[in-house]
């Protein structure tokens, strides 16, 4: 998914100038030096709000970073990530990878909390089924789609055949991983057939990459009868179009807040309103890439917007 730049820049544009410091080094032996992204994300955190994840930008590519946020906190456990944007872009296969072990800030820091970015993993793990081991397969879904509030992309399916699975080169990024039986063979995942998704530290989400812990432990459970259906979420926001170039329709269930690049909120709408890119005095707004969020019922969600003149 290119035009991905600016998800984590607003984020570190709004980042406290104290509080809380977690420092160490991204490493990458490749030959892009492309801006590259770190960031911290807490322990259990099930969706991402793009607003407020902690993270560093580093506009030389790959070195040392620092990222210095009010909500890194003593004795809070967060996972270390980097990503590089690759022509102010990001997409499946681009340099990603994550800290290996969960950081711990002391006395409001943590240091030596290096990244190495790959292009690609090996990634496996234990399948615990009761059927038989021949049926199992592995779906891979390239979630960067998430972040623009689309649907995640399946990218490849393995039919491993076996429990105990190991899947190489698989393109570096956000991955979703899904276990199924494929009980007629075809390879597919069909109604009726058992399937699940692996649950890591940000829910259904695993960074793949240079690393992490998503090497090895890609455990999946699956039981022995019909999948009960997929637990919906909460609530969906979507932007249509997106990219747009006049105005776009921004589907939500409470009232959506619109920020620029630098975190400074420059238009409000009502729930499933439109937003024609100017500001709250009507002021038509740049081309460029903005951030839409909103509340509803105690969650936060957040999409990227992309206006093209």
């Given amino acids: 998914m290119k035009l991905f730049a600016s998800i984590i820049t607003m984020a570190f544009a709004a980042s406290a100038l104290f509080g809380g410091m977690v420092s160490g080094t991204v490493f990458y032996d490749g030959p892009e030096t492309d801006i590259t992204v770190a960031a911290c994300v ?41 990503l590089m944007l690759i022509g102010m872009g990001v ?26 970015l790959t292009t690609s993993a090996t990634i496996g793990g234990t399948i615990t089924y009761g059927g038989d081991p021949g049926d199992i397969c592995i779906n891979i879904w390239d979630a960067y789609n998430e972040f623009m509030g689309e649907e995640a992309v399946l990218e490849e399916t393995f039919c491993v ?15 979703k991983i899904q276990a199924f039986a494929d009980l007629n063979g075809n390879g597919v995942l069909d109604d009726g057939e058992v399937s699940e998704f692996f649950m890591g530290p940000f829910g259904e989400m695993v960074i793949v990459g240079g ?25 969906k926001m979507s932007v249509t179009p997106n990219p747009f170039n006049a105005v776009c ?11 620029d690049i630098a975190g400074k909120r420059v238009a409000t709408i009502p729930a ?7 500001d709250e005095a009507g002021n038509s707004m740049p ?12 969650k936060t969600r957040s999409v990227m917007l992309i206006y093209a003149k």
């Fill in 272 to 278: 499933s309103g439109t937003w024609d890119g100017t």
């Fill in 287 to 298: 081309t460029g890439v903005y951030l839409a969020r909103t509340t509803f019922e105690g």
């Fill in 249 to 259: 329709r921004i589907d939500a269930p409470a009232e959506v807040e619109i920020f």
């Fill in 91 to 116: 997409e499946s296969g681009n340099p990603a990878g994550m800290h290996p072990n969960l950081v711990t800030l002391t006395d409001g820091s943590a240091t030596g909390v290096d990244i190495t």
């Fill in 161 to 175: 055949g076996t429990l105990n699975y190991t899947l190489h080169d698989i393109p570096s990024g956000p991955k």
């Fill in 42 to 82: 807490e322990e259990g955190t099930i969706e991402i709000d793009l607003m407020t994840i902690p993270a560093a930008m580093l506009t030389g590519g790959p070195g040392p970073y620092t990222i210095n946020e009010d909500t890194l906190r003593d004795g809070v456990n967060y996972w270390c990530m980097s």
């Fill in 211 to 235: 690393g992490g812990f998503s090497d090895t432990g890609i455990d999946v459970i699956l039981g022995t009868g019909v999948a009960e259906a997929h637990k919906p979420e909460t609530f």
